[in-house]
């Protein structure tokens, strides 16, 4: 009889066992699956895959911060639309171009920076919308978005877009004409500082290139270093240099600048500054 109960005994826990696999799985496969559907700009199938994972798993985290994360942002594409004030509305906007941007979502991306530069027609929302046709290679696209920029609104980050979608286009010489005569704001933030770096690297100026990069991760914050580093590994713009040990040098700048409260984590979700700093506002 006692033989017969250790079997038993024997028998639930592997039950039990193979049930909690397969509750984890279940979890994991939600999870996935909502990655797979927020890439595809599917937000309502994410937010119900995110939060299958979340209800299957309560101890993850990760889990819970993408099922908030998502849910916020389905909020907020919701509010949008109907949003008459437009200090509110860009707001709302920025903090959905910062998810967007994060994500890498870049059709919604651009439907989005287009409908910014159609309301504030500035140097700034007309580099947003520049940088995503960048992305998506409609440098055509770019090169007409900043050309159309009145000269007494252009900035150092709209100018350098400009050149780099003029050499992208096969304007290499007016592209120089750009680098010659830019000129670095002395309180440019390190988004201008790549930017500008960038360009030198596209004309073959291969030393201001990596003195600004090196000067970009310098006054980058800890917490965003790599994901600035991961982008110029793969930038088309400094592959002509990438093997060079002045880039490799460059590459392994460390950040002068103190950490600030935030969290420096993947998300704002869950953090508790969460609205109150420049990265949950969606600002450079």
């Known amino acids: 009889m006692q033989m017969k109960r250790t079997v038993i005994g024997l028998l639930m826990a592997a039950i039990l066992a193979i049930a909690a696999i397969a509750h984890a799985e279940t979890a994991t496969e939600s999870f996935a699956n909502g990655e797979k559907s927020l890439a595809k700009g599917e937000f309502g199938t994410a937010l119900r895959s995110f939060a299958a994972a979340a209800r299957a798993d ?37 903090a959905l171009r910062s998810f967007y941007v994060n994500e890498r979502i870049y059709p919604e991306l651009l439907k989005l920076d287009q409908a910014i ?9 007309a580099a947003f919308l520049a940088e995503t046709q960048l992305a998506m290679d409609q440098n055509a696209a770019a090169v007409q978005t900043l050309s159309a920029l009145e000269p007494s609104k252009t900035t150092a980050m709209a100018q350098s877009l400009l050149g780099i979608a003029l050499v992208r286009s096969g304007k290499t010489d007016e592209a ?47 917490s965003q270093l790599d994901a600035f580093k991961s982008h110029a590994k793969t930038c088309s713009e400094f592959a002509a240099i990438a093997s060079t040990p002045e880039f490799a040098g460059a590459m392994k700048t460390e950040s002068k600048v103190p950490e600030s409260k935030c969290s420096g984590g993947s998300s704002c979700a869950g953090c508790p500054t969460s609205g109150k700093c420049p990265k949950s506002q969606g600002k450079q």
């Not at 889990?63 to 509010?79: E, G, N, P």
């Not at 530069?117 to 929302?125: G, M, R």
């Not at 004409?177 to 770096?197: F, R």
Request: with cysteine; charged share 25%; hydrophobic share 40%.
């Open 176 to 222: 120089k004409q750009i680098a010659e005569k830019i000129s670095l704001p002395n309180d440019a933030g390190p988004s201008v500082t790549y930017t500008v770096a960038r360009l030198y690297a596209a004309t073959g100026d291969s030393a201001k290139a990596t003195g600004l990069l090196k000067a970009c991760f310098e006054a980058t914050l800890p």
């Open 117 to 125: 530069h159609a309301k504030l027609k500035s140097a700034e929302s």
């Open 58 to 94: 309560q101890s993850n985290q990760e889990y819970v911060q993408h099922y908030a994360m998502v849910r916020r942002i389905v909020d907020l594409r919701s509010r949008l639309d109907a949003e008459k004030k437009l200090q509110q509305w860009e707001y709302m906007a920025r």
